[in-house]
């Protein structure tokens, strides 16, 4: 009969000492990069994507997102280098707390994605500023038993077979003309904009025009347009939220005594 013959302590320790390798470590327990940490391994040399009408220069971005960056325009030199600095060149130049190059940082790649703010897909700015008219174009939605164009409930259109459509014409014009090769069916509505009634524009930073009884309206580029808020803290935060509710029960009560 064969028995196996327990380890000693010397090949116990040998075991334990040996050194860990990721094939020794089970898949389900490589942690992965915090995510407040992420900021820090961006690439140096991302695409640079171009500017748009709305966002032509570094300026404009940095008034647009807010947050008091615009003061840091002077420390970025050119849009390249909006589009290409990392988080620690971006501290080296000056721009704090951390908590603002993330925000920067966040921007930049929900830009280089195409995810703008309201106004960031605009074909038609001059100065900073954008004009909007409402027009009627042939309706995209047909009656499923007649096969003819309905008008869009959504737009209250009250012509037969019409649809209201929000566009962006350029500045001091009345009308909309198609560019070559265009038709209605490739106009789409600018993110971030609605129609209330059917007929008047609505939106953030979103003015009428004089004489256009709402069917027409003015978009400006101003400060903090696609500023996301910061939260405040209530009662002390998550975390010391239960902890200051009940001290100030603690003085109510003896304040009641």
């Known amino acids: 009969m064969i028995t196996r013959q327990p380890q000693t302590t010397s090949s116990i320790l040998t075991t334990l ?3 860990l390798t990721s094939a020794s470590i089970p898949q389900s327990y490589i942690c992965t990069p915090c995510r407040r940490q992420l900021h ?3 690439p140096e040399n991302g695409r640079v994507p171009p500017p748009t009408p709305f966002v032509p220069d570094v300026p404009t971005f940095l008034k647009l997102v807010g947050r008091e960056l615009s003061k840091h325009e002077s420390k970025i030199g ?9 988080s620690q060149q971006l501290k080296e130049r000056g721009i704090d707390p951390p908590r603002t190059r993330r925000y920067l940082l966040r921007w930049r790649e929900k830009f280089r994605k195409g995810d703008y703010g309201i106004g960031g897909d605009l074909d038609y700015v001059q100065d ?10 042939p309706s995209l939605k047909k009656d499923a038993r007649t096969g003819e164009p309905v008008s869009d409930e959504v ?4 012509t037969p077979g019409m649809q209201k459509l929000i566009v962006n014409v350029p500045n001091g014009s009345t009308t909309y003309a198609l560019l070559p090769g265009q038709t209605t069916a490739d106009l789409k509505k600018p993110a971030g904009f609605k129609l ?5 524009i609505k939106g953030k930073q979103v003015h009428p025009m004089k004489g256009t009884y709402g069917s027409g309206a003015i978009l400006k580029a101003v400060e903090g347009l696609w500023e996301h808020k910061r939260g405040h803290k209530v009662h002390g935060g998550e975390r010391r939220r239960a902890e200051t509710l009940h001290k100030m029960r603690v003085e109510e009560s003896k304040k009641n005594r």
């Open 78 to 86: 050119s849009w390249e280098e909006l589009f290409t600095l990392t």
């Open 40 to 42: 820090r391994g961006l």
């Open 155 to 158: 737009s209250l259109s009250r």
């Open 196 to 200: 209330k009634n059917g007929y008047i």
């Open 128 to 137: 900073g500023v954008a004009e909007l008219r409402v027009v009627e174009v």
């Open 17 to 19: 000492l040996r050194p």
